[in-house]
């Protein structure tokens, strides 16, 4: 199993991405997975790759609605060549208030979008590796003007992976038509919810486009729980409590709960937020269901829970490092105990 670092402080200044790349090499990683929220994650992933030697770099996920093809083209083609090879071009639509009031771009039907911004990427790359013609043309984008003085030309690694950050149906349909590697969200990581609603929906779009499922690779995502003893664990349990009772109050992260039967969960959420009812989040969702959505175990046992749950249903897994260096050591084992199933 492939194993991703995390960034998971999204105000990380970009001055500390290239020590935080370094250490998540020296532990043995396989890849880091950099965001996009307050900073550009092109940048992140920029400051990454120049600062290691043998990590994969992937974006998860650039925004790609509040970009033209044609530039984060430019950007991964770049980034790609720099690296030797190393980079993945992850790509997420954000939501329509987003899109349309953060970033000022236009907002259509998000999965047609995706596969259609893809279509185009890939159709660029292949014009600027062969010098063929550059002629694009879908519902959502048509990209025909190409001339030479422009053209970066071929570079030795021209198969850029694309991942794709899926959270609903749809979005993992086109994923299984067009991506190479789908980046689960932590709210929709449950291993059940991966196997029994993700998989199918995968192989649909991967078959109605004549491909190969297997040839996908699904990056889970949950929130795992550990550290170097139960007070460790504990911890980073209560954190992932609070992050996820404030996310699943969101309609658009629904989904998994409502697949374990916990929709009204959801509801009763989204109802508190609405009428302000902040302190009454946490009662909400249980012990139980942590159980299910947040892995917990000390670093000496939690590769061994993470692999029960995920081995055969995922290629790869994100797990975030440790917060104290000083555990880097032990944490290393853990690592090589994932890579190693």
């Given at each position: 199993?492939?194993?991703?670092?995390?960034?998971?402080?999204?105000?990380?200044?970009?001055?500390?991405?290239?020590?935080?790349?370094?250490?998540?090499?020296?532990?043995?990683?396989?890849?880091?997975?950099?965001?996009?929220?307050?900073?550009?994650?092109?940048?992140?992933?920029?400051?990454?790759?120049?600062?290691?030697?043998?990590?994969?770099?992937?974006?998860?996920?650039?925004?790609?609605?509040?970009?033209?093809?044609?530039?984060?083209?430019?950007?991964?083609?770049?980034?790609?060549?720099?690296?030797?090879?190393?980079?993945?071009?992850?790509?997420?639509?954000?939501?329509?208030?987003?899109?349309?009031r953060r970033f000022g771009m236009p907002w259509s039907a998000p999965a047609?979008?995706?596969?259609?911004?893809?279509?185009?990427?890939?159709?660029?790359?292949?014009?600027?590796?062969?010098?063929?013609?550059?002629?694009?043309?879908?519902?959502?984008?048509?990209?025909?003007?190409?001339?030479?003085?422009?053209?970066?030309?071929?570079?030795?690694?021209?198969?850029?992976?694309?991942?794709?950050?899926?959270?609903?149906?749809?979005?993992?349909?086109?994923?299984?038509e067009v991506a190479d590697v789908v980046i689960a969200h932590p709210t929709?990581?449950?291993?059940?919810?991966?196997?029994?609603?993700?998989?199918?929906?995968?192989?649909?779009?991967?078959?109605?486009?004549?491909?190969?499922?297997?040839?996908?690779?699904?990056?889970?995502?949950?929130?795992?729980?550990?550290?170097?003893?139960?007070?460790?664990?504990?911890?980073?349990?209560?954190?992932?409590?609070?992050?996820?009772?404030?996310?699943?109050?969101?309609?658009?992260?629904?989904?998994?709960?409502?697949?374990?039967?916990?929709?009204?969960?959801?509801?009763?959420?989204?109802?508190?937020?609405?009428?302000?009812?902040?302190?009454?989040?946490?009662?909400?969702?249980?012990?139980?269901?942590?159980?299910?959505?947040?892995?917990?175990?000390?670093?000496?046992?939690?590769?061994?829970?993470?692999?029960?749950?995920?081995?055969?249903?995922a290629q790869g897994i994100s797990l975030r490092m440790p917060k104290d260096?000083?555990?880097?050591?032990?944490?290393?084992?853990?690592?090589?105990?994932?890579?190693?199933?």
């Open positions: 199993m492939k194993v991703y670092a995390s960034i998971d402080d999204i105000q990380l200044p970009l001055a500390a991405i290239p020590a935080h790349a370094r250490r998540a090499e020296a532990l043995g990683y396989d890849g880091l997975i950099v965001p996009e929220a307050v900073h550009d994650g092109i940048l992140y992933a920029l400051l990454a790759l120049e600062h290691t030697e043998r990590i994969r770099v992937t974006t998860g996920v650039v925004v790609a609605f509040a970009r033209s093809p044609m530039l984060l083209a430019q950007d991964a083609w770049g980034l790609q060549a720099l690296s030797g090879g190393r980079f993945e071009l992850g790509l997420g639509p954000q939501v329509k208030g987003n899109v349309v047609p979008r995706m596969r259609d911004y893809v279509g185009a990427l890939r159709a660029i790359f292949e014009c600027w590796q062969t010098g063929g013609k550059l002629d694009y043309h879908s519902e959502s984008y048509s990209i025909d003007r190409m001339q030479p003085f422009f053209s970066p030309g071929p570079i030795d690694h021209p198969r850029i992976p694309i991942a794709l950050g899926a959270v609903g149906p749809r979005m993992t349909k086109v994923a299984g929709n990581s449950s291993a059940a919810y991966l196997r029994e609603v993700m998989h199918p929906k995968l192989a649909e779009g991967a078959e109605s486009a004549g491909r190969d499922p297997a040839g996908i690779r699904l990056i889970a995502n949950p929130m795992t729980a550990t550290g170097p003893d139960a007070g460790g664990v504990a911890a980073e349990r209560k954190a992932a409590h609070e992050v996820l009772t404030f996310t699943y109050s969101t309609p658009a992260y629904r989904a998994s709960l409502d697949h374990h039967g916990w929709g009204h969960v959801h509801e009763g959420l989204l109802r508190c937020t609405r009428e302000g009812r902040w302190g009454e989040m946490a009662e909400l969702l249980t012990d139980e269901m942590l159980d299910v959505l947040v892995p917990s175990a000390p670093f000496e046992a939690v590769a061994d829970v993470l692999l029960e749950r995920y081995a055969g249903v260096p000083s555990h880097d050591l032990a944490f290393a084992k853990v690592v090589e105990r994932l890579q190693a199933a």
